[in-house]
């Protein structure tokens, strides 16, 4: 019983969204150390209200889907479904809340932007995506790369060079990321009629782009340091690429798609930049 409770606790923290916010979180803390400008505690946590509502919001919307499989699951995401969207209320309340009381004009509309953005994509949006090939990666990816402004805003930071450096390798990044994990949902989303990049592609075309995004990326710091857009010790983001790029090729290798290791990338982003800035 304990272990079956365990395994739906984490199973509701991963697909719930709750571990992909706190990835958002890493990823800010992480531009934070090498851009050399603060978080203030109240932005981190407008962040993370944001994006638990969003996925929270997706993922009682499409709980028939992602569920498909675990019909038992289902019956409890679905008999719970009210405190799903209390939560959903809360966050949202409280995001408004604060970034009215601490935000700027500019944040205000960024973050009414990202909370409709997020719900249009669960109601409607993302059936573009039977339209527009590959609408539903580049979605997803172009509203990950606004957290970096959307901190500059906020904070009123002036944009510099090396704002636009990281929201390039932020793409690099999220490119992997997003079409690695669609080749885990490529059988679904073919029968959904998705022309995601997964299906337009194949595997193999898919991968190559990843490898080449990869490439991309370790390029991107590489001239970041060089330049002095960034401090020399961001050099060590290089490693989570080369580490996340053999977890992807063995996953190829075995036909297990597991987005976990590739999503907590930020994380070892967060480690490692702590302890050598």
């Known amino acids: 019983m304990m272990k079956k409770l365990i395994k739906l606790a984490w199973d509701e923290l991963v697909r719930g969204g709750f571990f992909t916010s706190v990835c958002a979180l890493a990823t800010l803390y992480s531009f934070s150390i090498i851009s050399g400008k ?106 990950w790369n606004l957290l970096a402004p959307f901190f500059y805003i906020f904070h009123s930071y002036q944009f510099d060079a090396a704002l636009l450096v990281f929201m390039l390798f932020a793409l690099s990044r999220d490119w992997v990321d997003a079409n690695y994990s669609d080749l885990k949902d490529i059988r679904v989303d073919k029968n959904d009629g998705l022309k995601t990049f997964a299906n337009i592609l194949g595997v193999n075309k898919l991968m190559n782009s990843i490898y080449i995004s990869s490439f991309i990326s370790v390029v991107i710091i590489v001239l970041g340091t060089s330049f002095n857009f960034f401090p020399n010790f961001a050099l060590i983001l290089i490693l989570p690429i080369i580490s996340t790029l053999i977890f992807i090729m063995i996953s190829r290798k075995i036909k297990n798609y597991s987005t976990l290791f590739v999503d907590s990338e930020a994380f070892l982003w967060l480690i490692l930049l702590y302890f050598l800035k």
Request: net charge positive; charged share 15%; proline share 2%.
């Open 38 to 143: 603060s978080v203030t505690p109240v932005f981190a946590l407008i962040v993370f209200l944001i994006t638990i509502s969003i996925y929270f919001y997706n993922f009682i919307g499409e709980v028939n889907e992602d569920l498909r499989d675990d019909h038992e699951e289902q019956k409890y995401v679905k008999k719970h479904k009210f405190l799903y969207y209390l939560l959903i209320g809360v966050s949202i309340v409280l995001s408004l809340y604060l970034v009215l009381k601490f935000g700027s004009t500019l944040s205000i509309y960024f973050t009414f932007i990202f909370i409709i953005l997020g719900i249009l994509y669960t109601k409607g949006l993302k059936q573009l995506s039977k339209i527009i090939p590959g609408f539903k990666d580049i979605f997803v990816i172009l509203c």
